[in-house]
């Protein structure tokens, strides 16, 4: 559609030539008059086009006075969007020096990196903890931290769990690393925290812990010494011998619960990999075996079931302990009519034990917990069953430093079965495919 002004610069055009002819007419030499006075509204014309191209040349231009019909409309158009413009680059540009204060102000530190890993911008905190200075733009991050796990990391495709380094600028601070996607074109946000306060706390709850533990071992075999010899006492009174009885339960209950947590401590201060001794996995559950059938109250039927003779690699009283926790709870929840197998078998995604069993099982909303502290199915009579709520803990912590995991199934009323994985690059070398049934 045609605007207002439009038809009236096309209402002057007509009126223009009207006037020409008639002026032609009157005066004579028609042609004359049309020439001259379009080439005078041609020359108005370029003369409007040359004053907007300076103005728009000039970068705040105010409205131009004196501008009308179809000009000023064209001047009022570009000026409105040139104010948009500006406004949107203003309020553009205050985000992001608020984003960059609020960076810069961080603790954790922040490093965008280009799709080669190259250093594109960082905040003030990066240069405390990992010293990179604002320099340092345009050079690879591996140039400047060198650490190999945070190499490793960097190379690696899956970088959802964060990596702990020491800084390479901070004397004694530890750091957690991540690398988050961040805009396009393959960019990455590197973001460090320093964990130094964590590590040391984590350092102090455990030393606490082991402490506290050491120091309840004595007395509680003091105790446990004595109360065991009453128990044995043929001269003691008949009222006191339940009493003392259920005294020296406990107190073996306290000291199971004490060594328990000691050994939990031993493996987390402990070397953070295991040895990588070769274990001969049948002779060590048939011994596991062996203690179970010695159990007083245990389920009718303990078997063994060896399908591989592979060994595996590792620290043997470790998987001992993490072993014989399994099948000491298959044995704690079967009833006496009920079974349980004990397995041991090879395939091409590792090696595996199974501990199988026909008793009361577990909770599905209970599994996932399972392997947390002092966690029980059953709060009260799990408690009274004599375990020390640790068991399971441990055997998940053995598990984790010898690179396999836990698998638990359970159906309740029906048994439960636990299953160690074990990755084949822990079976000892030669003996990844060894397989009894293919023998
Ligand atoms: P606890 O010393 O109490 O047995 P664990 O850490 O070994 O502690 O086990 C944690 C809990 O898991 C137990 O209290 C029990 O509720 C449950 N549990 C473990 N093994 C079995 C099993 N074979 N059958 C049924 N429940 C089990």
């Not at 007509?14 to 001259?36: D, P």
């Not at 640790?390 to 439960?416: C, D, F, N, Y």
């Given at each position: 559609m045609v605007s207002?002004?439009?038809?009236?610069?096309?209402?002057r055009l007509?009126m223009?030539?009207?006037?020409?002819?008639v002026?032609g007419?009157v005066f004579g030499g028609?042609l004359?008059w049309?020439v001259?006075?379009l080439?005078?509204a041609?020359?108005?014309?370029l003369y409007n086009?040359?004053r907007l191209?300076?103005?728009?040349?000039l970068?705040e231009g105010?409205l131009?006075?004196?501008?009308?019909g179809?000009?000023g409309?064209v001047?009022?158009?570009i000026?409105?969007?040139r104010s948009?413009?500006r406004?949107?680059k203003k309020?553009?540009?205050?985000?992001?020096?608020?984003?960059?204060?609020?960076?810069?102000?961080?603790?954790?530190a922040?490093v965008v990196?280009?799709?080669d890993?190259?250093i594109?911008?960082?905040?003030r905190a990066a240069?405390?903890?990992?010293?990179?200075?604002?320099?340092d733009?345009?050079?690879?991050v591996?140039n400047?931290?060198?650490?190999?796990v945070?190499?490793?990391?960097?190379?690696?495709?899956d970088q959802d769990?964060?990596v702990?380094?020491r800084?390479?600028?901070?004397?004694g601070?530890?750091l957690?690393?991540?690398?988050?996607p961040?805009?396009?074109e393959?960019?990455q946000?590197l973001?460090g925290?320093?964990i130094?306060?964590r590590?040391?706390?984590e350092?102090?709850?455990?030393?606490f812990?082991?402490n506290?533990?050491?120091e309840?071992r004595?007395?509680l075999?003091v105790?446990?010494g004595?109360l065991?010899?009453?128990?044995s006492d043929?001269?003691?009174?008949?009222?006191w011998?339940?009493p003392v009885?259920d005294?020296s339960h406990q107190?073996?209950?306290m000291?199971?619960?004490?060594e328990d947590l000691?050994?939990?401590?031993r493996?987390e201060?402990?070397?953070?990999?295991?040895a990588?001794?070769?274990v001969?996995?049948?002779g060590l559950?048939?011994?596991?075996?062996?203690?179970a059938?010695?159990?007083p109250?245990?389920p009718g039927?303990i078997?063994l079931?060896?399908?591989?003779?592979a060994?595996?690699t590792?620290?043997?009283?470790e998987?001992?302990s993490?072993?014989?926790n399994l099948?000491?709870n298959a044995?704690?929840?079967t009833?006496?009519t009920?079974?349980v197998?004990?397995?041991?078998s090879?395939?091409?995604?590792?090696g595996?034990i199974?501990?199988?069993?026909t008793g009361?099982?577990?909770p599905?909303?209970?599994?996932?917990?399972l392997?947390?502290?002092?966690?029980?199915?059953?709060k009260g009579?799990?408690?009274v069953?004599g375990?020390?709520?640790l068991?399971?803990a441990?055997?998940?912590?053995?598990?984790e430093?010898?690179?396999a995991?836990l698998?638990?199934?359970?159906e309740?009323?029906?048994?439960?079965?636990?299953?160690?994985h074990f990755?084949?690059?822990?079976?000892?070398?030669g003996?990844n495919?060894?397989?009894?049934?293919q023998?």
């Amino acid at each position: 559609m045609v605007s207002r002004p439009a038809f009236i610069a096309l209402g002057r055009l007509l009126m223009l030539i009207a006037v020409a002819a008639v002026a032609g007419l009157v005066f004579g030499g028609l042609l004359f008059w049309l020439v001259g006075l379009l080439a005078a509204a041609l020359a108005w014309q370029l003369y409007n086009l040359f004053r907007l191209e300076r103005w728009l040349s000039l970068r705040e231009g105010k409205l131009p006075r004196g501008v009308f019909g179809v000009w000023g409309q064209v001047y009022a158009g570009i000026y409105r969007l040139r104010s948009k413009h500006r406004e949107r680059k203003k309020r553009l540009s205050r985000v992001i020096k608020e984003f960059r204060r609020s960076t810069a102000a961080l603790p954790d530190a922040s490093v965008v990196l280009n799709a080669d890993h190259e250093i594109i911008w960082l905040n003030r905190a990066a240069t405390e903890l990992f010293g990179i200075r604002k320099a340092d733009r345009g050079l690879r991050v591996d140039n400047i931290i060198r650490d190999p796990v945070f190499v490793d990391y960097l190379r690696s495709v899956d970088q959802d769990a964060p990596v702990e380094i020491r800084s390479p600028s901070k004397p004694g601070a530890r750091l957690s690393l991540r690398l988050v996607p961040y805009g396009g074109e393959g960019q990455q946000m590197l973001l460090g925290r320093d964990i130094t306060d964590r590590i040391r706390l984590e350092k102090v709850r455990r030393d606490f812990v082991a402490n506290a533990s050491h120091e309840l071992r004595s007395p509680l075999t003091v105790i446990n010494g004595y109360l065991d010899s009453l128990t044995s006492d043929p001269e003691l009174p008949g009222a006191w011998r339940q009493p003392v009885c259920d005294m020296s339960h406990q107190a073996g209950r306290m000291q199971a619960i004490v060594e328990d947590l000691l050994t939990l401590s031993r493996l987390e201060a402990g070397a953070k990999k295991p040895a990588r001794d070769r274990v001969d996995v049948g002779g060590l559950l048939a011994m596991i075996r062996k203690d179970a059938l010695s159990l007083p109250e245990r389920p009718g039927t303990i078997e063994l079931r060896l399908d591989s003779e592979a060994d595996l690699t590792g620290a043997e009283n470790e998987l001992y302990s993490a072993f014989s926790n399994l099948v000491s709870n298959a044995v704690k929840y079967t009833p006496a009519t009920g079974r349980v197998e004990i397995g041991w078998s090879v395939d091409e995604r590792g090696g595996h034990i199974t501990v199988a069993d026909t008793g009361k099982g577990i909770p599905a909303d209970a599994i996932p917990r399972l392997t947390e502290r002092f966690y029980r199915a059953d709060k009260g009579r799990d408690r009274v069953s004599g375990g020390t709520g640790l068991g399971l803990a441990i055997a998940k912590h053995v598990l984790e430093r010898h690179g396999a995991t836990l698998e638990i199934e359970s159906e309740l009323g029906q048994g439960s079965r636990f299953t160690c994985h074990f990755p084949p690059e822990r079976l000892a070398p030669g003996d990844n495919v060894v397989n009894l049934q293919q023998a």
